[in-house]
């Protein structure tokens, strides 16, 4: 506290007291700019002590202030009291403080005093600096942007263009700023990010759009983000507009999907993932697999053993929603008996002999994935009950567990047995088929897809060649022509084994007839006998693939067969068989 006892009095003396903790600087002085007062914020700010220094005056605050300056300012504060301005005090140190300043004054014991507020505004000019050098920061850096920036008025008005792609701009920055959406475009064009303004501003959320425009004789596709601005510009609602051209982005994924068709049409061509095949009936077999494998649905796959069922329960799993949860397999033809049940379902311990801990059965692994249960005929009927439950209900209980246990598992099962036949026999519950049945797929035989057999035989050449470090270049046509002949009861499995045997026996770059064993030529012996149409299909196969796919001409199939040529070709048309480069694909 700065005192100064002659003039110091009890009224004085109470305003110093209220004001003295005040967080801004207040002086108070004598006429003739003697320092009476002073709080504590004044004394720190302008660097003197508080415990009653002598002989301060207004010159020791701003050492600018003379005699002829305090004078005029004195005269000042008289004429307009309560004025506020801003100055800078200079310290005794030369340091330049920035003051708002307001001052009053009032008689006391006769004489007038002055008393200064002068709150430092220094920071809040470092603070404007600040914003000022972040506001031309941010600028240069929306200004270096490849996107365009625009601030727009909720009636269509350019306020703000930032962008460094001036290019892109529909007219140059400087004939955009303060000018209406409908003076710069069309009045569709116009209408439309008008809209979009008011969309932006009605919902007071982000809006994204996309939209083309011609640039340059061309025509670019954009993707507009438009997003309301907190705060009003002069009275007025704005959106802030961040525009980016995604014209080779959008060029770029109409290319990627037109791979993706190619690469489908190429697919449906040779294989389905795993599964090698171009025939007709391949072909319904992966429109099927397509049509099924996004739902849920229970799966039936129906064929003799050997032609891929498994593969196809794969290419179901893999191309729907559950590829990301396991694919659990199950071999029903290989599960003894007595232990069927625990396999399928798990067991608590001690359940029966033998049962030391508790484990979990196949459908519980396969929760939210896929369960394969193959040769689904084969199982025991005490199973078949509880098959039926789960499949139903999506429930079960351990073997020698009392807990009901809740999954969730889509079922794939197959077959190579009639099922309906084994229902009439008693061996197979109808409940559980027309439960099973809900999605039956054929999956034919290699005799009724013959023409698969040189896609087939390459694939696997190919595969065999590589596990062995063999180096295969070529087919001999004896020996193609042999595969082509044989009715492969075994189907796709035993032409495996066949081309895996001759790849071990092919010393060279061609695999010949020599290399290829002994093959079956008889139709298939079993249950179903073979029609009259597929004994001809097959017979005109086995012509075609002798010849090398030549129809006419003495060494032509026409006359293997003893027909006239356009009766060859009649029946062939019938029959759905065509030929591809020297082999026959139907």
């Keep these: 506290m700065i005192d100064n006892t002659d003039i110091n009095g009890e009224f004085l003396t109470w305003v110093y007291l209220t004001v003295k903790d005040a967080p801004d600087p207040i002086l108070w002085f004598d006429e003739s700019g003697r320092l009476l007062r002073a709080n504590a914020a004044a004394c720190r700010r302008f660097g003197f002590p508080s415990?009653?220094?002598?002989?301060?005056?207004?010159?020791?605050?701003?050492?600018?202030?003379?005699?002829?300056?305090?004078?005029?300012?004195?005269?000042?504060?008289?004429?307009?009291?309560?004025?506020?301005?801003?100055?800078?005090?200079?310290?005794?140190?030369?340091?330049?403080?920035?003051?708002?300043v307001t001052c009053a004054h009032f008689p006391f014991n006769g004489r007038r005093l002055f008393s200064l507020f002068a709150r430092d505004i220094s920071l809040c000019q470092r603070i404007q600096a600040v914003s000022k050098e972040s506001e031309a920061r941010l600028r240069a850096i929306l200004m270096a942007l490849p996107d365009l920036v625009f601030v727009l008025t909720e009636e269509g008005r350019y306020l703000e263009v930032l962008t460094s792609r001036e290019e892109l701009l529909s007219a140059p920055i400087n004939d955009l700023q303060g000018r209406l959406l409908q003076d710069i475009f069309e009045k569709p064009e116009a209408d439309r990010f008008l809209k979009l303004t008011q969309d932006t501003l009605s919902s007071n959320a982000p809006v994204v759009i996309e939209y083309e425009l011609p640039i340059g004789g061309q025509i670019h596709t954009f993707e507009a983000r438009a997003a309301p601005m907190a705060e009003a510009i002069d009275g007025k609602r704005c959106i802030v507009l961040i525009v980016r051209d995604i014209t080779e982005r959008k060029r770029a994924e109409h290319l990627h999907s037109q791979n993706l068709y190619l690469r489908e049409e190429l697919t449906k061509e040779l294989n389905y993932g795993d599964i090698v095949g171009s025939s007709a009936a391949m072909r319904t077999v992966f429109e099927n697999i397509k049509v099924v494998a996004g739902t849920d649905a229970t799966v039936l796959l129906l064929g003799e053993t050997g032609t891929g069922k498994e593969l196809i329960a794969r290419a179901v799993h893999k191309t729907g929603s559950r590829r990301s949860s396991p694919l659990i397999k199950v071999n029903c033809g290989a599960l003894p008996t007595d232990l069927a049940e625990s396999e399928l379902f798990g067991h608590e311990k001690g359940a029966f002999t033998g049962a030391t801990d508790q484990k979990k059965g196949r459908f519980e692994l396969a929760h939210h994935g896929t369960i394969f249960l193959d040769e689904v005929g084969e199982l025991p009927a005490a199973i078949q009950i509880k098959l039926l439950r789960v499949l139903q209900e999506q429930e079960f209980e351990r073997v020698g567990g009392t807990q009901t246990l809740k999954v969730n598992v889509r079922v794939i099962a197959a077959t190579n047995h009639d099922l309906l036949t084994l229902v009439k026999e008693g061996n197979f519950r109808s409940d559980l088929y027309y439960r099973l049945n809900i999605f039956p797929i054929k999956v034919p035989p290699l005799r009724d897809r013959r023409e698969d057999i040189p896609l087939l035989t390459k694939h696997f050449t190919a595969a065999f060649a590589k596990r062995f470090g063999r180096h295969i270049d070529r087919i001999d046509g004896q020996a193609m022509e042999k595969l082509m002949r044989s009715n492969w009861p075994g189907n796709v499995r035993e032409l495996a084994n066949v081309i895996e045997r001759a790849v071990i026996l092919c010393p060279g770059g061609v695999l010949e007839k020599k290399h290829i064993s002994d093959l079956s030529q008889e139709p298939i012996k079993g249950d179903r006998f073979p029609t009259l149409e597929e004994v001809e299909r097959q017979h005109i196969q086995a012509a075609l693939g002798k010849t090398g796919g030549i129809l006419a001409g003495s060494r032509g199939a026409a006359s293997l067969l003893n027909i006239n040529r356009s009766t060859l070709w009649s029946r062939m048309q019938k029959l759905g068989i065509r030929i591809d480069k020297k082999y026959v694909i139907s």
């Excluded at 050492?63 to 506020?84: E, Y």
Aim: hydrophobic share 30%; charged share 25%.
């Design 51 to 100: 415990n009653n220094p002598a002989g301060l005056t207004i010159h020791d605050i701003d050492t600018r202030c003379d005699a002829a300056r305090w004078s005029m300012l004195k005269d000042d504060w008289v004429k307009q009291p309560g004025n506020i301005y801003e100055t800078q005090f200079f310290s005794r140190q030369g340091e330049p403080i920035p003051v708002e």
